[in-house]
T-cell receptor
Framework: GESVGLHLPTLSVQEGDNSIINCAYS??????FIWYKQESGKGPQFIID?????DKRQGQRVTVLLNKTVKHLSLQIAATQPGDSAVYFC?????????????FGKGITLSVRP | SQTIHQWPATLVQPVGSPLSLECTVE??????LYWYRQAAGRGLQLLFY??????ISSEVPQNLSASRPQDRQFILSSKKLLLSDSGFYLC????????????FGPGTRLTVL
């Protein structure tokens, strides 16, 4: 089975509120954890990644948190906007090398209410 | 800047017919290339990846195959399509040594009837 999964299939938030999307993983040997965003009818787009030796990393309006103790990953989106409506995937990868590849979770839909 | 192209955008094929999906990348050289399949409402399943011309790694046993005849060209093929081959096929590339950030193409929506 997949080693990366998501707790909830859908998330609905009010425009302007903060969003928190959660992900559980099972492979403690993974080196990187990544978030992708997929808008309807398009390919996924890289948002942010975090190395396994970090707990937190911030980007533009997004923050990724990693809790290795409970094997939990989360993506926080500040001041959620209508353009944030999409499916979000967490992914993991092992050591950077010739055979590295991503393993994606199932995805969660974020719906932003105006 | 780099761009990735996939064609066709949509395809309807009968069961048992052959398949050829093409992906090309512009603006970069020696990329890693990937084929994924996404079933409706599901996550992305890695089918094949390639680190160089003629080098193909298969992730899932199935009736699909992949080839990389040129550095920036990746082809997904099948001799006989099955109903279960329906889905959204995505090609992606990444820089060598940068596997976290993959750049995806627009995808091909395949319906097998």
């Amino acid at each position: 089975g997949e080693s990366v999964g998501l707790h909830l299939p859908t998330l609905s938030v009010q425009e302007g509120d903060n969003s928190i999307i959660n992900c559980a993983y099972s492979n403690s040997a993974s080196d990187y954890f990544i978030w992708y965003k997929q808008e309807s009818g398009k390919g996924p787009q890289f948002i942010i990644d975090i190395r396994s030796n970090m707990d937190k990393r911030q980007g533009q309006r997004v923050t990724v948190l990693l809790n290795k103790t409970v094997k939990h990953l989360s993506l926080q989106i500040a001041a959620t906007q209508p353009g944030d409506s999409a499916v979000y995937f967490c992914a993991e990868t092992l050591a950077l090398g010739a055979n590295s590849k991503l393993t994606f979770g199932k995805g969660i839909t974020l719906s932003v209410r105006p | 800047s780099q761009t990735i192209h996939q064609w066709p955008a949509t395809l309807v094929q009968p069961v048992g017919s052959p398949l050829s999906l093409e992906c090309t990348v512009e603006g970069t050289s020696n990329p890693n290339l990937y084929w994924y399949r996404q079933a409706a409402g599901r996550g992305l399943q890695l089918l094949f990846y390639s680190v160089g011309i003629g080098q193909i790694s298969s992730e899932v046993p199935q009736n699909l195959s992949a080839s990389r005849p040129q550095d920036r060209q990746f082809i997904l093929s099948s001799k006989k399509l099955l109903l279960s081959d329906s889905g959204f096929y995505l090609c992606a590339w990444s820089k060598k040594g940068s596997y976290n950030e993959q750049f995806f193409g627009p995808g091909t929506r395949l319906t097998v009837l």
